[in-house]
């Protein structure tokens, strides 16, 4: 079982970036695929970024292609996304999420573990 916490989140203006971080606790971390989702006020859960056991193999909603990098170190039980260029539109919690089967999904329901998601404000 593994426990997800993100953080980094906060308000920034047009054009600014951030760093999120979901710092994993508990055994096996390098063996799951780990993805990135937002979710907008009234809107569902999405995708924005994933990445497979060993970060061979990303996946990228079209909407932020160019401007968001997902990296994993599984030495320190860690997952990144760096956003840059952030937009008004990017603004959503962000949740981080653990699949099992090791490869890259786009959907919510084959992750198995999720964080309790951190606030992304993009406003001037």
């Known amino acids: 079982q593994l426990q997800l916490v993100e953080s980094g989140g906060g308000l920034v203006q047009p054009g600014g970036s951030l760093r999120l971080s979901c710092a994993a606790s508990?055994?096996?971390?390098?063996?799951?695929?780990m993805g990135w989702f937002r979710q907008a006020p009234g809107k569902k859960r999405d995708i924005v970024a994933g990445i497979s056991w060993n970060g061979g193999t990303t996946y990228y909603t079209d909407s932020v292609k160019g401007r968001f990098t997902i990296s994993r170190d599984n030495a320190k039980n860690t997952a990144y996304l760096q956003m840059n260029s952030l937009k008004p539109g990017d603004t959503a919690v962000y949740y981080c999420?653990?699949?099992?089967?090791?490869?890259?999904?786009?959907?919510?329901?084959?992750?198995?573990?999720w964080g309790q998601g951190t606030q992304v404000t993009v406003s001037s």
């Open positions: 999420a653990a699949d099992y089967t090791s490869s890259v999904s786009a959907q919510s329901y084959d992750y198995d573990y």
């Open positions: 508990g055994r096996l971390f390098s063996t799951y695929a």
